[in-house]
Nanobody, 114 residues
C-alpha cells in the first residue's frame, strides 16, 4: 500500500534552517508528481511546492519562494524540503502528498520560536 513518512520536524529558532524528508513506499515513486503542504494551527492546508516526476519542474507558493527548496531523489524514493530563514509564521504541520490518488503522510511538526 502507498505510504508516505515525513521526518525532520522539530523546534527551531527564527532565522535558522531545517530540512524535512518524506520517504515513499508501495508505488513506483519516480512515476508520480509529489508536493509539500503545511497546515498551521487554525488554518487551512496550504500547498508549498509541486515537484514533477524528474525533479526538474518545481513550483513554489509565493509565501515560501526564495526561502524553501524542494527536491526529490528517485533512487531513494524521497522528497525533501529545505527551509531557510524560518519565521514564526512557518510554524505548522508539514505534509508530503501524492496527487494521484490523493495520498498524504502523517505530517511532521515544525515549530519556530525563540
Amino acid at each position: 500500500q502507498v505510504q508516505l513518512v515525513e521526518s525532520g520536524g522539530g523546534l527551531v529558532q527564527p532565522g535558522t534552517s531545517l530540512t524535512l524528508s518524506c520517504v515513499a513506499s508501495g508505488f513506483p515513486f519516480s512515476q508520480y508528481d509529489m508536493s509539500w503542504w503545511r497546515q498551521s494551527p487554525g488554518g487551512e492546508r496550504e500547498e508549498l511546492a509541486y515537484i514533477g516526476t524528474s525533479g526538474t519542474t518545481i513550483n513554489y507558493a509565493d509565501s515560501v519562494k526564495g526561502r524553501f527548496t524542494a527536491s526529490r531523489d528517485n533512487a531513494k524514493k524521497t522528497v525533501y524540503l529545505q527551509m531557510h530563514s524560518l519565521k514564526s509564521e512557518d510554524t505548522a504541520v508539514y505534509y508530503c502528498h501524492r496527487y494521484t490518488g490523493d495520498y498524504w503522510g502523517q505530517g511532521t511538526q515544525v515549530t519556530v520560536s525563540s
